[in-house]
T-cell receptor, first 114, second 116 residues
């Protein structure tokens, strides 16, 4: 079955430190991949997406993600975290070509210490 | 411009009651999605509309759940005979065309449903 896995439930980093959030997918073919951020009381906001081409994708708020086919991964990175980045982060995937419904991982909660 | 809006933001009901949750998509968006997010989980797909028709309802958990989009804009998710297990945040999203390779799903803030 198609699935998205986020191995880390909770991550804590210091402000200014680098960040990497892990995401692995299980699909028959390479899916379209997304990272969303959810802040308390806010809707899910798209950070970035990968469809094809360059495997390093740049997004909003200084985030980037790298697609690695050999590892079935799409990890999210940020070189220097700000306190405002504290939120829940979701990786998602879809196969496209029809419903385009998103399958989400269980999320990673990011806590940032000053 | 205005984003996706959902009403009510919170709904508390008793077991066995009927509830309706409303979604106002971004104007002009033909694709509309409903997801359900339980505590500590990622959103799970429920149903997808393209225009007025439900193109994919494979995520609806049972026949107590039903959704409509009669004029191709506003959608209502209807839950009959609510159960405590229905308690969750119900999210609505819309996109311009529904094509993932060229489009983006924009999410509303959700409706938190609590069934006592």
């Amino acid at each position: 079955a198609q699935s998205v896995t986020q191995p880390d439930i909770h991550i804590t980093v210091s402000e200014g430190a680098s960040l990497e959030l892990r995401c692995n997918y299980s699909y028959g073919a390479t899916p379209y991949l997304f990272w969303y951020v959810q802040s308390p009381g806010q809707g899910l906001q798209l950070l970035l997406k990968y469809f094809s081409g360059d495997t390093l994708v740049q997004g909003i708020k200084g985030f980037e993600a790298e697609f690695k086919r050999s590892q079935s991964s799409f990890n999210l990175r940020k070189p220097s975290v700000h306190w405002s980045d504290a939120a829940e982060y979701f990786c998602a995937a879809t196969t496209g070509g029809g419903t385009d419904k998103l399958i989400f991982g269980t999320g990673t909660r990011l806590q940032v210490f000053p | 411009g205005a984003g996706v809006s959902q009403t009510p933001s919170n709904k508390v009901t008793e077991k066995g009651k009927y509830v309706e949750l409303r979604c106002d998509p971004i104007s002009g968006h033909t694709a509309l999605y409903w997801y359900r997010q339980s505590l500590g989980q990622g959103p799970e797909f429920l149903i997808y509309f393209q225009g007025t028709g439900a193109a994919d309802d494979s995520g609806l958990p049972n026949d107590r759940f039903f959704a409509v989009r009669p004029e191709g804009s506003v959608s209502t998710l209807k839950i009959q005979r609510t159960e405590r297990g229905d308690s969750a945040v119900y999210l609505c999203a819309s996109s311009l065309t529904g094509l993932a390779d060229t489009d983006t799903q924009y999410f509303g803030p959700g409706t938190r449903l609590t069934v006592l």
